[in-house]
């Protein structure tokens, strides 16, 4: 009995001890597994599959770190950024119309001295016989101007000289001027008809042969517009010539102009200056102007599509100006050019370009006296603010220069 009890006491009491010990043991274990020491280097790292670390899905989410907040943007750093950001490129500014032929007057008369200082030089010798204006008339042919005006102005001339027996040079000059002036005709209306309707556009077509300088000229031509303040659209319908459309594209952007032009090289010439008139209409512009394709006067077919093509721009308005271009250089030929393109789309107006490189200016006297068309701008060098308003007065001060 009173070893039963004993061994009751025993047990008690070891179970006791037990018991106290087990809290310290759980603790101790924490922390072995909690220690974040330095391990060796072959040791696999916490969260992997091997070591005592606990794997990635055994962990709780770990919270998202707050955002900080954007730091501001410095006054100098703004300023940066703006001076790097590329700018539209600038339109250009054109020259003013009015006053161009006197601006280009020197450089008209350096290559046209020859008519003037010939026609001088011969009427103020001391004697003026019949030799003398014969020469006189071989100048004046030599210039351009054609048979019967030629006969004309010497014929006027000689009556007046004879009448007024005058010699002196200046008076000679005065009385040549008069008689020049006369022949170019300052009566004829030099004015372009590019006045706006009520509900549509004016509608201006340019036409003419091959390397007259068609493209440039509506280029050119468009700069004239909006110096005057007209709101102006392009046609591209030289569908021919390799990068045609392109070449006019660039001239109308130079001044802020749009370009109606196909993405198909030999698209029907017809076609997009319809559609260039249309996209007028719609946009409400003051003027659209047709670049045509250079054709030979002599190529029935070809002209025959520059008829199409006016025939179609007309079903939606008439065409109001339909100017031939002529190569001054060209002299006589341009008189035949002159008259085959009036029959096929009605010319009213000529534009005789590179009249700087030529002695041939006699060739508006010619053109205007034959077809009763008057010369409406010039050509006077390759820049791009070359083409001026033709004036008669001013033309033939630059002749006699």
């Not at 280097?41 to 899905?57: I, M, R, Y």
């Not at 770990?62 to 750093?77: G, L, N």
């Not at 001339?157 to 300052?186: C, F, N, Y």
């Not at 520059?306 to 100006?321: A, H």
């Amino acid at each position: 009995m009173d070893q039963t009890l004993a061994t009751i006491v025993y047990i008690v009491v070891g179970l006791a001890i037990i018991g106290a010990l087990i809290p310290v043991f759980i603790k101790a274990r924490k922390s072995s597994q909690n220690y974040t020491g330095p391990r060796d280097a072959n040791d696999p790292a916490p969260g992997s599959t091997g070591g005592t670390g606990t794997l990635l899905e055994d962990r709780p989410a770990a919270a998202e770190a707050p955002t900080a907040p954007a730091a501001p943007i410095e006054e100098s750093a703004v300023k940066e950024i703006v001076e790097v950001v590329p700018e539209a490129p600038a339109l250009d500014i054109p020259q003013p119309v009015e006053g161009r032929l006197v601006r280009l007057r020197a450089r008209l008369a350096k290559s046209n001295n020859a008519l003037g200082k010939g026609l001088l030089a011969l009427l103020s010798r001391d004697t003026i016989d019949e030799s003398v204006w014969e020469e006189v008339e071989e100048t004046l042919l030599l210039a351009d101007i054609g048979t019967d005006s030629t006969m004309e102005l010497v014929d006027s001339l000689r009556e007046r000289v004879r009448i007024l027996g005058t010699r002196d040079p200046e008076h000679v000059q005065a009385l040549l001027r008069e008689e020049l002036i006369k022949l170019v005709d300052p009566t004829m209306d030099r004015s372009l008809n590019i006045s706006r309707h009520e509900d549509r556009p004016a509608i201006l077509m340019v036409v003419g042969v091959n390397g007259v300088g068609k493209t440039t000229t509506v280029g050119k031509l468009a700069r004239v517009l909006v110096a005057e303040d007209k709101d102006v659209l392009l046609g591209a319908a030289d569908t021919f010539r390799a990068a045609a459309a392109e070449q006019l594209a660039t001239w109308g952007a130079r001044v802020g102009v749009p370009t109606v032009k196909s993405d198909v090289d030999g698209a029907d010439p017809a076609s997009v200056a319809f559609e260039a008139v249309k996209a007028g209409i719609e946009q409400e512009v003051d003027v659209v102007m047709i670049d045509t394709a250079g054709r030979l006067q002599n190529k029935v077919g070809l002209m025959d599509e520059l008829g199409k093509v006016k025939r179609v721009i007309e079903k939606q308005g008439t065409v109001d100006e339909v100017l031939l271009v002529l190569d001054a250089t060209t002299g006589q030929n341009g008189l035949t050019q002159a008259k085959v393109f009036s029959e096929v789309v009605n010319i009213t107006g000529i534009v005789l370009t590179k009249l700087d490189g030529t002695a041939k200016g006699g060739i508006v006297v010619a053109i205007q006296k034959t077809l009763g068309v008057p010369v409406k701008l010039v050509g006077l060098g390759e820049g791009p603010d070359d083409l001026a308003p033709f004036d008669a007065e001013n033309f033939v001060d630059a002749l006699l220069s």
